[in-house]
């Protein structure tokens, strides 16, 4: 593989490469059980061809697979084929009356918000409307400003409140004393030497 394509380029070809084969639906099995187990089986697959794991058993167990089952792989595919022709054929036939098309939806949506946006923009840089001017500044008078210690702490604070203010910072922390004193006993049983 390319530099470019890298991991996830082989990954992706190979279960291209590997699903294509392994094509059966839950439709062809009679319980999910044995589907999911199906799915399970191709996976499996898939990550021993990817990383590498006992390759030659594992396309050695591919074509025999395949070999075995040809019928059920062609009939899959044409099975496939024909659900996406006639979702193609459901997409390109205009819409009966009173029934919108999807694509027509989506445009519909696309244009109600790009509207909303444009509306909500002018209103607010108009600062009018229903609004009300809720973005003009607002004048601001003057503001307290707190007195400092060299410290870093606020003058108000009485030491107990400083005292119980760095406790709750170091338990916010996830620090506590109990940390310090089991990692010195720690490291001071760890520096013992039994011979």
Do not use: C
Not at 28 to 33: A, I, Q, V, Y
Not at 103 to 121: G, S
Not at 148 to 157: F, I, Q, R
Request: proline share 5%; glycine share 8%; aromatic share 6%.
């Amino acid at each position: 593989m390319s530099a470019a394509g890298g991991p996830f380029a082989k990954e992706m070809a190979v279960r291209k490469r590997i699903q294509a084969i392994y094509n059966k639906l839950q439709d062809d099995f009679p319980s999910l059980r044995e589907y999911n187990d199906y799915l399970e089986q191709v996976e499996d697959i898939v990550f021993r061809l990817v990383e590498g794991i006992d390759v030659a058993a594992t396309e050695a167990e591919v074509r025999t697979y395949e070999a075995s089952n040809r019928d059920g792989i062609a009939a899959a595919r044409a099975k496939r084929a024909e659900r996406r022709a006639a979702e193609l054929r459901a997409a390109a036939l205009p819409p009966k009356p009173g029934e919108s098309s999807v694509y027509q939806l989506i445009e519909q949506q696309a244009r109600d918000q790009l509207e909303m946006a444009t509306d909500f923009a002018s209103a607010a840089a108009a600062g009018a409307g229903e609004l009300g001017g809720a973005f003009a500044p607002r004048p601001m008078g003057l503001q307290p400003v707190p007195v400092h210690h060299t410290d870093g702490t606020a003058a108000s604070l009485t030491p107990e409140q400083r005292e119980a203010r760095i406790l709750k910072g170091q338990k916010a922390g996830g620090w506590t004393v109990e940390i310090s004193h089991r990692r010195a006993v720690e490291e001071a049983f760890g520096s013992l030497w039994v011979s």
